[in-house]
């Protein structure tokens, strides 16, 4: 078996994924008619020509009007079923997902209407192909921490569907200590934390959502490499890194897939592993990221192989469930 059908068939988690980020150009178009939504785009041609980013906040601004055609429960319950099925197409066995409530309720979408879509869809895959799941909320980071609060407290009225909160959005000049209170109050109520940290953003930003967030994984973490202390304490603890090459290399954190540092990462033996953050919008899913990056980096079975297993590893699934999976990996 060559290494891109090893990969194709191997079951997987994913970590790292905004299910707004999910949104293909057809669905947007179908979802803008059916709510009677004004887009910016003339044509799906249009769409993806404006999917040409210079950094994180050229991306945010498109992905964010986007998202705009989102209103109805059945919409976020339609996005979440489509990325379920590319699950089950790509052998994507566990996912955990995030989600944006402050760019839905700035809108005047509730809250209720999106963990609501989003849930059922989930539970439905769950039910009919096993696909297992956790929800994780995250805060925009370029908004202040009163905003935050305020879908804090609606999560909390819906516990039993969320199971954690991350951080995301501009990174630059907004760093992990402007919400130390907010991710405080969430670890009071019981909430795991993550949050986005070293994509753009310096080393520093790393260390402060490990030291005042609390948090379990760092979502991208591909700074790190820049400070050898934080490369000995992220091997050290094994904290994950949940990296995402297509992404890296369409929001030009790196300029080429050749250029990328997982491979270095690896060899510091960090608990990295591959996910594809905004599929629609970067290009490709899961399967797309590893084939790529397996590739440029010329990455041996072997690595691969770390790869998927520190899927799991670094997934919020029970020991049990995690070494089953581990197990199906070879
Ligand atoms: N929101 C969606 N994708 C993101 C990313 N890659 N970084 C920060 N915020 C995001
Ligand atoms: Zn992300």
Redesign the pocket.
Known sequence: MNLEEFIKKSPKAELHL?I??TLEPELMFSLAKRNNVEISFKNIDDVKKAYNFNN?DS??KI?YEGAKVLINEKDFFDLTWAYALKCKEENIVHTEI?F?PQTHTDRGISFDIVINGIYKALQKAKNEFNLSFKIIM?FL?HLDEDSGFKVLNQALLHKDKIFGVGL????TGNPPNKFKRLFKKALENNFVTVA?AG?EGPPEYIWEALNHLSVKRI??GVQCLKDHKLVEELSKTQIPLTV?PL?NIK?RVFNNLKDHNLKKMLDKKLMVMVNS??PA?FGGYLNKNLIEIQIALNLSKEDVKILLVNSFKSSFLNEKKKIEWISKIS
Do not use: A, K, N
């Open positions: 905004h707004e980020g994180l991306f945010l992905y995030f944006d995250c980071r995301d959005s501009s990174e986005h994509e979502d991208h995402c992404s929001l953050d905004d919008y």
